[in-house]
């Protein structure tokens, strides 16, 4: 397997993981199950793994917020759902789900060949475990022009990605393509290499410290210090003392702390948050 990547890290240290070599351009449109004769489309599930400490060094919880994934085409009104699951194996045809989250989203044709992202109900993935994430698009029964078909690209990916249409979950009597999870590559000739990332924060677990999930940088300092705390943290005040313990009247913003008008020497920071308070010693240059 390829060593997987992170794409993104804002000031609150929500990140984006993603198994697409290009996880950005979704202008390749796959396949899917459905009946090209009448216009009815079958169940189709289409999802990737994430071992996210075994590929990405996440050694904590995480919480998943946000989900993207490619849109090659898809109808106008089309109902579909993010859900997210724990599996026990990365081979989705041979793993057990578990699920943790699932969100109702309905399609549009405005984001055709583009990659969609939605807020989801927030799922936390305990640490060390590999979540699924599966966009299930389901049987249409006799209305027509009710599809969708994922975006990706010829890049390459980082591993495996997956495809399912049997009729599961569907309520009706059709059994889709009578496909169970299969790695989608081994469906036709052509690459289907789905791009479905995801976005989200570490969290704090029972006997976990404010200080694992936390990062204060540069230290030393000159005119700026970073705080990068995770979303699902609330910030409640920030201050600086100096060594006689006298409050600087520094501002935090947005993540980070003006320096400019402070003095050389060292500084004591005290950051009381909705999970603790962490207090660090700061060298101003």
Do not use: H
Not at 113 to 139: N, Q, R, S, W, Y
Not at 211 to 225: G, K, M, R, T, Y
Request: aromatic share 8%.
């Amino acid at each position: 397997m390829m060593a997987a990547a992170a794409m993104t890290m804002s000031a609150y240290a929500q990140t984006t993981y993603t198994q697409s070599v290009n996880p950005t351009d979704a202008g390749t449109g796959g396949v899917a199950c459905w009946n090209s004769g009448n216009g009815e489309y079958r169940d189709n599930a289409f999802a990737r793994t994430y071992s996210l400490e075994e590929d990405f060094g996440v050694d904590q919880n995480f919480q998943i917020t946000q989900v993207e994934f490619g849109q090659g085409t898809g109808d106008e009104g089309t109902p579909a759902q993010i859900n997210i699951y724990t599996v026990n194996n990365e081979n989705l045809g041979a793993a057990a789900f578990t699920l943790i989250s699932s969100t109702d989203i309905i399609l549009s044709a405005a984001n055709d060949g583009t990659v969609v992202v939605e807020d989801v109900d927030p799922a936390v993935i305990p640490v060390g475990e590999i979540a699924a994430i599966e966009l299930f698009v389901p049987d249409s029964g006799t209305n027509i022009n009710m599809r969708f078909f994922p975006g990706f690209n010829t890049d390459g990916q980082l591993n495996t990605a997956w495809l399912r249409s049997d009729g599961t979950g569907t309520g009706g009597t059709n059994v889709g393509c009578e496909i169970p999870y299969t790695d989608s590559n081994t469906i036709v000739a052509d690459p289907q290499e789905y791009i479905i990332n995801i976005t989200g924060d570490v969290v704090l677990g029972v006997g976990d410290n404010l200080a694992d999930v936390v990062s204060i940088f540069p230290n030393p300092a000159q005119n700026e210090l970073n705080v990068n705390i995770p979303s699902t943290i609330e910030v409640e005040a920030v201050s600086m003392y100096d060594i006689l313990g006298k409050d600087t009247g520094v501002q935090y913003n947005n993540g980070t702390i003006d320096l400019s008008n402070l003095a050389r020497g060292v500084y004591i920071l005290n950051v009381r948050t909705s999970a603790g308070t962490l207090t660090e010693k700061i060298v101003k240059q």
